[in-house]
């Protein structure tokens, strides 16, 4: 005579523990998602440029190159200053005009000076500013787009971490689904300890995966708000991950447009003419130099000054000999020349190099989202028929558990897969220094 099972009272309880939790724990975690701040995408890069302490630096860096083509320029105009004294003194003097002696004394005068020719150093310093202002923006135009991208990572870090964590709560449901029809069979004598057993130790491990994805969401949330400057945890909008890529043109064109426009590149070329106009600096060290001065002066001893004077002085310098500092200077010169010279054009291989790269990933990325929606497809038929199966006695729960953990996996590749498809075009765009749609044209 076949002996009936019943359910022990701790595995009952067990049970009815694990499905009210999973009952409950979404409804209180989506009350404590409507208190938590949400952004979109575009909210959360422009927050971050705006709070960024390293975009505050670059466009501070590019406001100094800036005045630094102002004082450049300012070398083209003439100097002025106009100068008044006042004076007393304890010893009196003759005043010739006057035929008295006086203590006091009043000057106003009115000087300018003007660099005739320097040998081209004007010149060569006013080029080597501008090139600093091309290095500076190109520079902060690249830390703009490290900035966007390292936001993305970390935006669509907080999305994935929504998805997943609600993956890992419908894994949980499974294995306690899963438990349901273990107890069941058990109950008409088709299932054996081992099964329940077996399906206990898969409803323990979802409970573990849900813990964990709660904790890797909250990690995220946080680091998405530090990153926004918002204190606390935040909420990236729901559906953030992309599922298809922009148009992306073809890779010569890329690599074409990252030679000649990206930030890297660009400010290593600049970098070259400020050290070829710094060359040609020095060298105006040995040209001669005109340098034209004049003055207006009124003098008197008695307010307002009524004695003028006047004075006009042209003035050439040629250091003949200064102890080798030119020739020393020279040297440094041609060696940062060199030095930037060879920069430019690794950084030119470097770009290039990068944004072959980044097609490519993005490429990969786009393949994978297509054959994980293709995954996940399959792997959601292929448990509802193990599911009926296994009720029906036909699949035993191997069968059910190998099931649904390739259901499990499909759902994480679903979502890792848009998330580094959304990753690597950003990676594309920070390379190249500007969006996807600006490329073609």
Known sequence: MRRAHV??????????????????????????????????????????????????????????AEAGVLEARGSWLPFVAA?????????????????????????????????VFTGGRRIANWQAASASLRAAEALERGQRYATILETTRIFYQAAAGEELLSAARQRLERASRQQEFVETRRLIGTATRSDALRAELELADAEVAVLDAETQLLTSRLALGRQIGRPGAVRPEAGALPEVPPAIPPVEVLVERAERNAPDAVAARAELDRAESEKREVWGEYIPSLRLTGGYDLFSFDWPPDEESWNLRLTASFPVFNGFAREANMVRAEAERRTAEAEARDAVLLVRALVEDDAGRVDTATRRVEIARRALELAREDLRVIEERYQLGAATIIDLQTSQIALADAEVAWVRSRQELGVAVAALEADLGEPLSEVGS
């Open 7 to 64: 359910i022990r009272p701790r595995a009952f309880f067990a049970l009815v523990l694990a499905v009210t939790s999973a009952l409950l724990a979404p409804a209180a975690t989506s009350g404590a998602q409507e208190e938590l701040g949400s952004v979109s995408h575009e909210e959360a890069i422009r927050l971050a440029l705006e709070r960024s302490p390293i975009d505050v630096a670059a466009r501070g860096a590019t406001r100094v």
């Open 83 to 115: 100068n008044s004294t006042y004076s007393q003194s304890s010893n009196e003097r003759f005043d010739q005009s006057t035929g008295q002696l006086t203590s006091e004394s009043y000057t106003a005068q009115l000087t300018g000076a003007y660099d």
